[in-house]
């Protein structure tokens, strides 16, 4: 079964990269990527998963009721073939790098891993078997069915897990005939969902690295920034709210630059001189100034000028620190263009 999500992931892939060739998409909003995705990719990628979809990291974790971190499940959700292939997309529709967090793409994309949005398809296909079996139907699915059922094998069980933590009423409404449980997939699937917000919400809120994220970012759902054309405004509004660019707190955070707070600090605003700066932070009461998002938007005196184009009301914004109120649609427009003249000339070399 892994080997067959395997495949199917590696059709994905070509099928993506035809339609790339067809379809300039960096020309179009990214919501509209999506709607594309949706309606050519996903039919190609869900092939079959009526019956695969129970082997996959993400019904298993459910069924299994695991006592695990949040992070740690999102992780092994993200871990299916198929979710690979949807997280790699959204990524390069958002245009930040594979070593992103999955967590802010998930929730400004306003998209469930693919598991969820599939299960319906299975527990529509287990309830036509259900109704077959009911029949006595002479069709060979039937007896597979049976096969299942009688043998408690893994398609089975984990339907009725299914049912038994989303949908236990509908144990309750077949427990007198004693027929096999017929979940109601529409609501098992928006229970789902349910389930996983929950988890998103906790794993991004213990996430670190998405301090600035978590100032932004009130609720799951699609963002308006992704709803605007400009790929290249676009990518730089994800860049600084999923801290997947290249300012020196991030750059300054891996590897052999974690030795010093040097490598984190703003060098326009701090001494250029790596001694003197790692003998400061050694002071009592020392701050050394980090490069950081909100630095970038409202602190470093390099950028006077380009703040000095903002109207009054993103001024306000910005002195009052309400970072999230920036991304609002009313704002948005404005802060696309204020966000990519930001990134255009603190990397003045760099492609954006
Ligand atoms: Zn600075």
């Not at 590696?10 to 020309?27: C, H, M, W």
């Not at 490598?263 to 050394?288: G, K």
């Amino acid at each position: 079964m892994k080997l067959n999500q395997e495949q199917l992931r590696i059709k994905g892939l070509r099928a993506y990269f035809s339609l790339k060739k067809t379809v300039d998409l960096s020309s179009i909003s990214k919501e509209a990527v999506l709607k594309l995705f949706d309606a050519l990719i996903l039919p190609v990628v869900s092939y079959g998963s009526q019956v695969w979809l129970p082997y996959t990291n993400i019904l298993s974790n459910i069924c299994q009721k695991k006592t695990q971190s949040d992070k740690d499940t999102l992780s092994q959700l993200a871990n299916d073939s198929i979710e690979r292939l949807h997280l790699s997309l959204l990524k390069w529709t958002t245009g930040v790098n594979k070593r992103t967090s999955n967590i802010p793409i998930w929730g400004d994309t306003g998209r469930y891993p693919l598991g969820i949005q599939l299960s319906k398809l299975f527990l529509d296909f287990h309830n036509r078997l259900v109704l077959l079996d009911r029949k006595n139907s002479p069709q060979i699915v039937r007896h597979a069915f049976v096969e299942q059922r009688n043998l408690e094998l893994t398609w089975f069980r984990t339907s009725r897990a299914l049912t038994d933590a989303f949908d236990p009423g509908a144990i309750k409404r077949t427990i007198v005939s004693k027929n096999v449980p017929m979940p109601n997939s529409q609501l098992v699937r928006s229970r789902m969902r349910n389930w996983f917000q929950e988890k998103w919400e906790k794993a991004r809120l213990e996430n670190k690295k998405l301090t600035f994220y978590n100032e932004v970012k009130s609720s799951f759902g699609l963002e308006p920034y992704l709803s605007l054309p400009n790929h290249k405004k676009t990518r730089c509004t994800t860049w600084l709210r999923t801290s997947s660019h290249k300012l020196n707190i991030e750059t300054g955070r891996y590897g052999w630059k974690n030795s010093s707070i040097f490598y984190r600090a703003c060098h326009f605003c701090c001494s250029s001189d790596r001694i003197t700066i790692d003998l400061l932070n050694e002071l009592p009461f020392s701050d050394i100034i980090k490069e950081d998002e909100v630095h970038l938007l409202k602190e470093c005196p390099v950028y006077k000028e380009i703040r000095q184009r903002n109207s009054t009301d993103l001024h306000n914004i910005l002195t009052n620190s309400q970072f999230s109120k920036l991304f609002h649609e009313d704002y948005i427009l404005e802060t696309r263009n204020f966000v990519y003249n930001l990134f255009r000339e603190r990397f003045p070399k760099s492609k954006l």
